[in-house]
């Protein structure tokens, strides 16, 4: 049985120490939804730097002036919603990538150098991509689910004598479908983290591993990563709280900071539960130590011809802790 | 057609010569007296119609009572159906001997093959999943018998004026073997057989609520020396002549009733049956509802001829929401007392359709009004008191000014959403009246210019309902672009100028049917100006009006020197040139204000005839901004971003809102990741 506490306070410590990973983490977050903003505020410079009607958004927020501004010939949101999509997606390419090097940074007792985090990354890429599949495949059966219950909420709330059933419904429905998402994303999170620690090149054998050593531990795991879940959406809520409660319309680079520090925060939280996964797997690791496979070149336990045993017989885990275990780091001159 | 008796010709003058003002609530302002009653001539027998005044607070009949319903239903609660009979007595004011008789049959238009069904299916608005099973309803005539003249069951034949649709069944005539001679009444007794199916289109039912709209054979109304009896279409409401209604409601004990007129009786029946009796002075149609929980709340306003009722009927699960409704009901009857002229019906009566039933809000009927409303409406968020605000306005404009909804749609929505708007800018603040939420504001005004200006060219405010392009040009043309073109109008009159007139077209017009020039012509003379060149390029054209500020700069007058000194405020003297444009083919006057950077101002005014004019100026001063209509009353230009032009750009607001954007983007990055 693993020992559960303080893996959350150990992971906030990993991230703390990684935080490297964070900041560029981040930092391509911004920049390539900067570069989708682009060509609206090209188009939005053509319309509003010189008009006095733009002082309706600028200096409050009229709705009215807002939709007279995107319903303007040829001004539609849809192909710059297009053009953010496609950057939103080269992050997405970007996440799994360096999720990788990331995990290997947890894990590793030392931080890591730049080369041996690219490294790292690269090493892993092919197999995340191919686990990504997979877990979308699991995702649409959860997002299935939930579209029933969504679909079903909106025949109550026509049908049902209840008025608020249909919403109940849909509120219930959404946090069962968020509940298994979140199982869905714990078990993979679990399977990369195998997948760095053993190095498994088999993603599907990996997954179904995970998926036991998840259901074995579900409660540790489950509540470590809720709780986590669970500073990440009060951080994101409590920046919107104080962006719409305190802050005023003219003040729109001390809005845009207050939401950058809440989007910093849900992201830090993201990474923090990959920590913690690590920290956790870490102890599942000492409590369950691996058994050594056999090698041809290795020292037999019995001497084949030996008519009786001699001071010179290694018993098993003297094999296993001579037997040296393939680690990156270690292969690398320190 | 036979000319009309002599003696009738000049019974009618001598009765138009005797006869008081029917409108005994002459109001200060009126600029004409409401047009006299004609009563019925004197060698005529006394008129079945009664001249009841129970269900007004007014001594004598407000319109010319032309009919007489008298119905008396019963409802099969289990069903949904209903049987009933009619009685319906017409007197013939047209002038002319009438054999031909149109009648409305309404709750055929919800079946499929229907014109109102073909309309919707061409704009989407049903589609292969409509339940059909469900939605169908029926209205049968089963027997018709005219008073002396038999049963003319057989006579009844179906008709499709508008569109030649054979298997409509929205319009039915029938043909009498003698004409009813004018000033004479006629007697139809007719009885009938409604089903009604889910709720579409305002009537039907939701579980155990059930709304009657357009439930009875109505006669149509004979105008502009023709019979005016329109199908049943996507896009038209109603239009009937006024009388009496006295209605006989038999439904079971346990249900709550509300209805058109007032309540004069009630009685219990061994059955487990109650009749309840309405009576309605002086309106046009006849709606009502069951429901066996309603909640029931009423109130008292004291208008300038008496007390009226208020009572709502609100679905359980918004009761909290009774005293935001009354609130606002309160609210719109004292304004459209003071501004307009009184309500004279003793009772408005409220509904609160149920969730799945919203098809049945947002409508109105003569005394009788539905709302919208869900359990989860924040008070920031105007959505109730804008429907209810609406529905009551209709009072007015449908209700007693009652013009033709198939023909002339927009004088009653038009005209209401225009009235709409300015009750709710007065009760919650211009920019707010729509929305003042988290921060987001949104007026009414504003919102009916935006959605004007997405089809501001399509069809003309005058076009038949139920000739527009499609569904959705309808609803932006006839209630935004006319709300618009009012507002606009204001600007150029004046608001009180403008109020003054919609008092006097009330006052003048109520009760009598009026069409578009009667309208436009109180505007002319109230105001005292010639507004043709604006009606005829927003009421009956297409003409988009849109100005721009093509371009205001200043360069300093010496530019052409060597070694010119520094430029020094105060000092250095500038040419400013502004340049107007107008883009659209709507000819408006415009004002023009320029503001220099010494604090001087320049306020032009153009006609906007030609196609740009010029300005310049020679100041030791540069120009700061050039706008057109800096008070932002003329709604009508459709884009208000190139109305202005700053000199010095100001990048506020595209950094706010490519900001936002950038952090919607990155949370929606996140949100991907996480599938990494």
Redesign the interface.
């Known amino acids: 049985m693993v020992d559960g506490r303080g893996l959350v306070s150990e992971g906030r410590r990993l991230v703390w120490r990684n935080q490297r990973a964070l900041w560029w983490l981040f930092a391509a977050?911004?920049l390539?939804?900067?570069l989708?903003?682009e060509p609206?505020?090209v188009k939005?410079?053509g319309?509003?730097?010189?008009?006095?009607?733009?002082?309706r958004?600028?200096q409050?927020?009229?709705?009215?002036?807002?939709?007279?501004?995107v319903?303007?010939p040829g001004f539609g949101f849809s192909s710059?919603a297009l053009n953010?999509?496609f950057?939103?997606?080269i992050?997405?390419v970007f996440?799994?990538f360096v999720?990788g090097g990331i995990l290997e940074g947890f894990r590793s007792s030392r931080k890591l150098s730049t080369a041996q985090f690219f490294e790292a990354c690269g090493h892993y890429f092919w197999r995340?991509v191919r686990q990504?599949l997979l877990?979308?495949a699991a995702?649409a059966l959860v997002l299935g689910v939930g579209s029933g219950i969504y679909s079903w909420s909106d025949t109550l709330?026509?049908?049902a004598?209840?008025?608020?059933l249909?919403?109940w419904v849909m509120v219930g429905g959404s946090a069962l479908t968020l509940l298994l998402a979140m199982i869905a994303?714990l078990w993979f999170d679990m399977a990369q983290v195998q997948i760095v620690a053993t190095d498994q090149r088999s993603v599907v054998r990996s997954v179904g591993q995970a998926f036991r050593l998840m259901s074995s531990n579900f409660k540790t795991l489950f509540f470590m990563y809720l709780r986590i879940s669970l500073i990440g959406w009060t951080a994101l809520l409590l920046g919107l709280w104080v962006w719409?409660r305190f802050i005023p319309?003219?003040r729109?680079?001390l809005?845009?900071l207050v939401?950058?520090l809440a989007?910093l925060a849900?992201?830090a939280t993201?990474l923090w539960q990959r920590a913690s996964e690590t920290a956790w797997y870490q102890r599942y690791e000492a409590a369950n130590p691996p058994v050594a496979p056999l090698m041809m070149d290795a020292p037999l336990v019995y001497p084949l011809a030996a008519p009786e045993p001699t001071g010179n017989v290694l018993a098993v885990e003297d094999v296993k802790q001579e037997m040296p275990v393939l680690r990156l780091e270690d292969s690398q001159p320190s | 057609m036979s000319y009309p008796r002599v003696s009738s010709i000049a019974a009618t003058v001598v009765a138009a010569v005797l006869v008081v003002p029917f409108n005994s609530m002459q109001l200060a302002g009126a600029a004409a007296p409401a047009k006299a009653v004609v009563s019925r001539p004197l060698t005529s027998p006394p008129s079945a119609i009664p001249v009841t005044t129970s269900a007004i607070n007014a001594p004598q009949p407000l319109s010319q009572r032309v009919v007489h319903y008298e119905m008396d239903a019963k409802l099969d609660a289990k069903k949904m159906s209903l049987d009933a009979t009619e009685v319906l007595t017409y007197h013939n004011f047209t002038g002319r001997p009438q054999d031909t008789f149109p009648f409305h049959l309404y709750l055929n238009a919800f079946q499929p093959k229907s014109t109102f069904v073909a309309e919707a299916r061409r704009d989407h608005e049903i589609d292969s999943d409509f339940d059909w099973e469900k939605k169908t309803a029926s209205g049968e005539v089963k027997s018709l018998e005219v008073d002396g003249m038999g049963d003319l069951t057989k006579q009844i034949q179906f008709i499709a004026p508008d569109d030649g649709n054979a298997a409509d069944r929205t319009v039915f005539q029938v043909k009498l073997p003698r004409p009813v001679l004018p000033g004479e009444e006629v007697k139809f007794r007719i009885s009938f057989h409604d089903q009604f199916g889910e709720v579409v289109a305002r009537t039907g039912y939701k579980?155990d609520f059930l709304l009657g709209g357009q439930w009875f054979p109505k006669v149509g109304v004979w105008w502009k020396d023709a019979w005016n009896c329109h199908q049943f279409h996507e896009t038209t409401e109603f239009f009937a002549d006024f009388g009496v209604f006295d209605v006989k409601l038999t439904v079971p004990q346990n249900e709550i009733i509300g209805a058109s007129g007032i309540e004069v009786a009630s009685t219990n029946h061994p059955d487990g049956t109650k009749t309840v009796e309405f009576h309605g002075d002086d309106i046009h149609d006849f709606a009502w509802t069951v429901q066996p929980d309603y909640r029931v709340f009423t109130d008292t306003f004291q208008s300038s001829t008496g007390p009226v009722t208020m009572r709502l009927l609100m679905?359980p699960?918004h009761a909290d929401q009774a005293a935001r409704h009354m609130k606002i009901l309160r609210q719109s009857m004292q304004r459209f007392d003071d501004w307009y002229g009184p309500y004279p019906y003793k009772q408005i009566t409220f509904v609160d359709p149920?969730?799945?039933g919203l098809e049945a809000g947002g409508m109105e009927y003569p005394t009788f009004i539905t709302g919208e409303t869900?359990?989860?409406m924040p008070d920031g968020l105007h959505l109730v008191e804008s429907v209810v605000e609406h529905e009551f306005g209709h009072q007015y404009w449908y209700g007693m000014v009652a013009t033709n909804e198939f023909e002339e749609a927009w004088m009653d929505e038009g005209i209401n959403q225009y009235t709409e708007a300015k009750v709710m800018d007065d009760v919650f603040g211009r920019?707010r009246s729509m929305?003042d939420l988290?921060?987001?504001?949104?007026?009414e005004l504003?919102?009916d210019?935006?959605g004007y200006?997405?089809v501001p060219d399509r069809d003309p405010i005058t076009r038949f309902a139920y000739k527009y392009m499609s569904f959705n040009t309808y609803g932006a043309i006839t209630y935004w672009k006319t709300a618009t073109v009012l507002s606009t109008l204001e600007k150029l009159i004046g608001q009180e100028t403008m109020r003054r007139a919609l008092r006097v077209y009330f006052t003048k017009y109520r009760f009598t049917h009026p069409s578009a020039e009667d309208f436009l012509k109180t505007v002319e003379e109230v105001s005292g100006q010639n507004l043709r060149w604006y009606f005829d390029q927003a009421v009956y054209g297409t003409q988009v009006l849109d100005y721009e500020i093509m371009k205001a700069s200043s360069e300093r007058t010496d530019w052409f020197g060597k070694n010119l000194p520094d430029e020094k405020k105060n000092v250095t003297v500038y040419h400013t040139e502004v340049t107007v444009h107008r883009k659209g083919d709507f000819i408006f006057p415009v004002d023009v204000l320029v503001r220099f950077d010494n604090g001087e101002t320049a306020h032009e005014r153009w006609d906007g005839r030609d196609r740009w004019i010029r300005y310049s100026y020679d100041k030791k001063a540069k120009v700061l901004?050039a706008?057109i209509d800096a008070d932002h009353a003329v709604g009508m230009d459709k884009?208000?971003?190139?109305?202005?032009?700053?000199?010095r750009?100001?990048?506020?607001?595209?950094?706010?809102?490519?900001?936002?954007?950038?952090?919607l983007?990155?949370?929606?990055?996140?949100l991907?990741?996480?599938?990494?």
């Open positions: 977050n911004l390539l939804a900067a989708g903003a609206l505020a939005l410079a319309v509003t730097d010189h008009s006095m009607a733009a002082q958004l600028s409050g927020f009229a709705l009215t002036t807002l939709v007279e501004l319903s303007r710059d953010s999509i950057y939103n997606v992050f997405f996440a799994v999720t995340w990504v877990f979308s995702m709330s026509s049908d004598a209840a008025e608020k249909g919403f994303r719409i319309a003219t729109s680079m809005s845009f939401l950058e989007l849900w992201l993201r | 579980r679905q699960g149920p969730h799945g869900q359990w989860w920019d929305v988290w921060g987001v504001t949104a007026g504003g919102w210019r935006v200006t997405v901004s706008e884009d208000e971003f190139n109305n202005s032009y700053l000199s750009g100001d990048e506020t607001g595209r950094h706010k809102l490519v900001h936002y954007w950038i952090a983007q990155q949370f929606a990055g996140q991907l990741a996480w599938f990494a």
